[in-house]
């Protein structure tokens, strides 16, 4: 009992949750299975470092602040033919995370731009990369409260510390000059050296009405398509063609079932 004690204040000391947690059924299994000690010290490493990944994925994608966790895996390629799903899915090996590139997702509200980009941002994620995921709006709120604090440098500095920044819906809300040139610094300052990843629903011809400004808009065009992986979504609505579907479904059922009445 002593030894026990003893053990598990030893691996408290030594943050060793989990082998405390399981060091004793791991101890039964491996006396059960006439299993060699070593054996029985690995598969408590293995549960360690196991659950010590699942902490770090965990952290990662909290610190992210998705407003909505999507899967990949939950994506329905088939209900969008421009889209190809092999591109997106070596996109979620991250290699462009690596070569600081640029994601450019455009198209049409409600063709799953947003799932897309949450869905690679938590590939990231489980890679160890560090995200962060703005609606644009916000991000220009933050540079703005930043810049009023003085404290815009440090704001920045945190920013080039991330591996992925995610832009969302960029174009749907038009800015001020002061936060179109904010917003034209930070992606400047992150060119080359993190990823960003932006969606839009705005033709690139359309991007100098949003910034309002020629040159500075062809400047961030210039930084985001210059070796950028550009995705266009093309189609309806998702969920408005579900709800076609839906209803559909529904009126074919009512007419059915007038036909076994009669
Ligand atoms: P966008 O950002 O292009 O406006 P969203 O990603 O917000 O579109 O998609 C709107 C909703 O429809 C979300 O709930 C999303 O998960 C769903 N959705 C859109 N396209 C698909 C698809 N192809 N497969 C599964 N869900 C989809
Ligand atoms: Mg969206």
Known sequence: MQHQALLENYLRQLHLATFAQNYQTFAQDAARGNLPYERYLLALCEAEVAQREAHRVERAIAAAKFPVLKELSTFDFDAITNLSKQRVVELARGEYIAKKETILLIGNPGLGKTHIATGLALEACKQAKKVRFYGVASLINDLLVAQKDLRLSKFMSQMLKLDLLVLDEL???PFSKD????LFQCCSDLYERVSILVTSNLRFADWNQLFGDERMTGALL??????????????ESYRFRQRLLQEKMEEQKLVENRATVR
């Open 222 to 235: 210039d930084r985001l398509t210059h070796r950028a992986h550009i995705l266009e979504f093309v189609g």
């Open 179 to 182: 936060s179109a040139q904010l």
């Open 171 to 173: 174009g749907f809300i």
